[in-house]
DNA sequence: ATTATAATTGAGAAAGTTTCTCAATTGGGT
DNA sequence: ACCCAATTGAGAAACTTTCTCAATTATAAT
């Protein structure tokens, strides 16, 4: 089938196989949209540039593939205080996002220097943490630039 | 009308007359509701405890009311890893949540100690951070403690 | 206390979102 | 090239959220 020229093609469809997952088109050419973008898209976003690769591509497969890609760490879940949440390409699986509220242009981040912090808050709380979930929101520096 | 005495009553009532808001009974309902609960509420579970006290309450009137009061800071939102958003009761309108995985008790802390984080990575992203959300999952100490 | 009025509510309809079903297709191993 | 389990597309079904509007009600003014 066609290729989409993605630097992280290869590394996905290895991930895939690691899982006993197919690398079939749709995945690919889903994860290549959302490497692609920068910006928070929705799911009918999603489905549209899919649709420019692979223009038969039904919404229960984005649906289908956006579960698995996030199963397997490929992409994140990417939460709005408000409405609810989208999918974003993570370069590391431990990644965090950070989203201009203006442009909704989103930027990964991988540093997480809250362990320390955390191993803490345990001891206080009682909990065992096991897994974090941070996110910024902010301005990027092309919107906080133009006139507010 | 009826009572529900919560602690936080007056208080509420205080926040809902300076935001020129009404303090309905449906609204204190679901604010006593949230306050009561230690747990992960869907939106059906909220419905339901609020119609302990308020049998006629509709489903509209949960939605309005849970969006006016994560407005205006009595509540917050809580996300999910999977699935989507839920509410829970802020104790302090900064409050970050701590979720247990297995009993999906929630529990808020107000500590927040990022702020020279949060500017170290305003510099280096170029992104002005107006708001952060942080959100951990694991498993409280009683969960922690039965066999896993 | 009574009244006026703008905000809020309940109920169901409408709109929107997500999941399910199943026959057809296809990726990947042999 | 073949086989088989995994995956897909399409539409139906289920579920969730928002909208509409007449009736009700909290609050402020009288």
Redesign the interface.
Known sequence: MSHFPCAKEIDAKEVLKEKGLKSTPQRLAVLHVLHESTKYLSINDILDKTKELLPNTGLATIYRTLDVL?EIGLIT?V?F??G??TYAYSSDSHGHH?V??TCNKI?D?A?C??DD??EN??IK?????????????????EC?GSAS
Chains 1, 2 share one sequence.
């Open positions: 996030a879940r939460h205080e408000d609810c949440h950070i201009c509220t930027m981040f540093e220097p809250f912090y955390l808050l345990s709380t009682g909990f065992k943490i096991k897994n974090h979930f941070l996110q910024l929101f902010g301005e990027c520096n906080a």
